[in-house]
C-alpha cells in the first residue's frame, strides 16, 4: 500500500457542486499539504497543516477548505466546484527537520478533478 | 518575488546520452534545494536535496550542483534510460517561515 493514499483518483463534476479530496498517511509524519498542479505551472500550496490543530492557508486557498480529522488524514473540500478548479490536486507529508525549514515531501499518487 | 525558472520546458534525447536540466531561483534567504522526479500520472518523488554549503550531489545517474552565488543549479542525468522520462521539478526552500517555491519542471523524453 501507499505510504500518502488519496481519493478519489478521478473525479468529474458540475460547476456549483461540493467535492471533497480525501488525503491518509501511514508515514506518521505530523506535516500535510494540499498542492495544485496546473499545465505549464509549478505545484502551487492551497493549505497546510503543521498538526491536528494546526490549519493554514497556502498562496491560493480561496475556493477551498481543509480538515485535518486526525494526524493521519485531511481532507480539501471544494464547497462549489467552478471549472477554473480543474486541475490536478496532490496531497503530500512531511517530518519536521530542525536544520532545515522543510523536510523531503512525500505526494500521493494525485486526484485528478474536472469541473464541467 | 521569489521565483523558481527551469529550463528547459522539455527535451528529447536519445537512450544512452547524457542530459543536462537547469534551475534559477531568486527565493531569498535561501535554505535548501530539491530535485523531484514526476513519472506520468504520479506524485513527485524527492532525488537529491542541497543546501548552502553544498555544490554537488548524486544520486547514482543523477547529479546535482548548485551555485549559491549565482543562485542556479544543474540537474545532470547520466547515460539516460527510457525511466528516465518524467518530468524534473526544482523546488527552492527560504528559510525562516514556511515557502517552498515550485517551478514549472522539466520534461524529459528518452527515447530508444
Known amino acids: 500500500d501507499a505510504d500518502v493514499t488519496q481519493t478519489p483518483r478521478n473525479r468529474i463534476t458540475k460547476t456549483g457542486k461540493r467535492i471533497m479530496l480525501e488525503c491518509s498517511q501511514t508515514?506518521?509524519?505530523?506535516?500535510m499539504y494540499w498542492y495544485r498542479q496546473d499545465p505549464g505551472l509549478g505545484l502551487r500550496l492551497i493549505y497546510y497543516?503543521?498538526?491536528?490543530?494546526?490549519?493554514n492557508k497556502g498562496e491560493i486557498s480561496d475556493g477551498y477548505s481543509v480538515s485535518r480529522q486526525a494526524q493521519a488524514k485531511f481532507s480539501l473540500s471544494l464547497e462549489s466546484a467552478i471549472p477554473n478548479q480543474t486541475a490536478l490536486y496532490f496531497c503530500?507529508?512531511?517530518?519536521?527537520?530542525?536544520?532545515?525549514?522543510?523536510?523531503?515531501?512525500?505526494f500521493g499518487e494525485g486526484s485528478r478533478l474536472t469541473v464541467l | 518575488k521569489n521565483q523558481v525558472e527551469q529550463s528547459p520546458q522539455s527535451l528529447i534525447i536519445l537512450e544512452g546520452k547524457n542530459c543536462t536540466l537547469q534551475?534559477?531561483?531568486?527565493?531569498?534567504?535561501?535554505?535548501?534545494l530539491r530535485w523531484y522526479k514526476q513519472d506520468t500520472g504520479r506524485g513527485p518523488v524527492s532525488l537529491t536535496i542541497?543546501?548552502?554549503?553544498?555544490n554537488t550531489k548524486s544520486n547514482g545517474r543523477y547529479t546535482a550542483t548548485l551555485d549559491a552565488d549565482t543562485k542556479q543549479s544543474s540537474l545532470h542525468i547520466t547515460a539516460s534510460q527510457l525511466s528516465d522520462s518524467a518530468s524534473y521539478i526544482c523546488?527552492?526552500?527560504?528559510?525562516?517561515?514556511?515557502?517552498?517555491?515550485f517551478g514549472a519542471g522539466t520534461r524529459l523524453f528518452v527515447k530508444a
Open positions: 503530500a507529508t512531511s517530518d519536521f527537520q530542525i536544520n532545515a525549514n522543510t523536510g523531503e515531501l512525500f
Open positions: 508515514k506518521g509524519h505530523d506535516r
Open positions: 497543516s503543521f498538526d491536528v490543530k494546526d490549519i
Open positions: 534551475c534559477n531561483y531568486t527565493v531569498s534567504p535561501f535554505s535548501n
Open positions: 542541497m543546501t548552502f554549503s553544498e
Open positions: 523546488v527552492v526552500s527560504a528559510a525562516g517561515g514556511f515557502k517552498t517555491i
